[in-house]
């Protein structure tokens, strides 16, 4: 069984749904299991998570971008994982990422540049997307990878929009699709 742990934090509710669109493409990989771990509102994660983070063969990063970065919770997060940096645990483990703005560009990929960095603090192997972009003038939200986020699932939320509204159903199957590729590629890994 490939483990997949998908830790984030979700202000709004928008990137929570960009996290289950994550679980659903990674939890429909055969032979794995996929888990949801939100960061609650102080920034912090149950004992238990941080055991099953550490034990999981891949750990997808998420967070909207507020002001160019990450939530201050998601970084409590990060600087937490130092205990698990100082012994390796995370070594060689897959990771990714995801992110969510009200606007287009919103400086989301300072935010999956973070993810990164966090990745490779920790030692472990960046997946990307591995999609084309939308980026002709037929295609828009609805389009897979219409935000063209090579390193990262990005998604937009319009600032008026609620969690049923967005992010947008190519956003989520993009979400989707970055699940799926790092829960079949853990797999390949496991011995």
């Given at each position: 069984m490939t483990a997949i742990a998908i830790v984030y934090f979700s202000g709004y509710g928008h990137t929570a749904k960009q996290a289950e669109a994550v679980h659903a493409g990674a939890a429909a990989a055969p032979g794995t299991q996929a888990t949801l771990y939100q960061i609650d509102a102080n920034g912090e994660l149950s004992e238990a998570a941080w055991e099953a983070i550490s034990a999981a063969d891949?750990?997808?990063y998420g967070s909207p971008t507020y002001m160019g970065g990450p939530a201050w919770q998601f970084k409590k997060?990060?600087?937490?994982?130092?205990?698990?940096?100082?012994?390796?645990?995370?070594?060689?483990?897959?990771?990714?990422?995801?992110?969510?703005s009200a606007s287009v560009?919103?400086?989301?990929?300072?935010?999956?540049?973070?993810?990164?960095?966090?990745?490779?603090?920790?030692?472990?192997?960046?997946?990307?997307?591995?999609?084309?972009?939308a980026n002709t003038k037929a295609h828009g939200p609805d389009d897979i990878n219409w935000t063209a986020g090579f390193a990262g699932a990005l998604a937009v939320s319009p600032s008026d929009a609620s969690p049923d509204e967005a992010p947008r159903s190519g956003d989520l199957e993009t979400a989707k699709l970055l699940g799926r590729r790092v829960a079949d590629y853990a797999a390949r890994l496991k011995p």
């Open positions: 891949a750990i997808i997060f990060a600087d937490t994982s130092s205990k698990p940096w100082f012994t390796q645990a995370w070594k060689d483990k897959v990771a990714a990422g995801f992110t969510n560009n919103g400086d989301k990929f300072s935010t999956i540049a973070y993810f990164w960095t966090l990745s490779q603090q920790h030692a472990q192997v960046w997946i990307g997307t591995g999609l084309m972009p």
